[in-house]
Nanobody
């Protein structure tokens, strides 16, 4: 059974920084792609950033240059460093683990709230 736990959300002022953590446990998690998605009220869940076990990253255009995703395979942990935060970054942030080869499957964390407000 794979478990995914996020932490690090909170309230931050515009222009501030915040780092989210995601730790996974279970068989085979090291090989899975890890990623962050977010969902704002009234909107669909959207991709923020992903990172493969080999370190290949992908970012949404809206966060490129401001957010950095990283991971430590030995700790089965991924981080999302967020800088220059904007009010529109306010959302529940979810960590995702995804197997990219057949059979494809996905695991989600419970989410952590990030609020950017003065």
């Amino acid at each position: 059974q794979v478990q995914v736990v996020e932490s690090g959300g909170g309230l931050v002022q515009p222009g501030g920084s915040l780092t989210l953590s995601c730790t996974a446990s279970g068989n085979g998690v090291t090989s899975l792609r890890m990623g962050w998605y977010r969902q704002a009220p009234g909107k669909e869940r959207e991709l923020v950033a992903t990172i493969t076990s080999g370190g290949t990253t992908n970012y949404a255009a809206s966060v490129e240059g401001r957010f950095t995703i990283s991971r430590h395979n030995g700790k089965n942990t991924a981080w999302l460093q967020m800088t220059s935060l904007k009010p529109e970054d306010t959302a529940v942030y979810y960590c995702q683990l995804r197997r990219l080869v057949t059979p494809v499957f996905t695991f989600w964390g419970q989410g952590t709230q990030v609020t950017v407000s003065s």
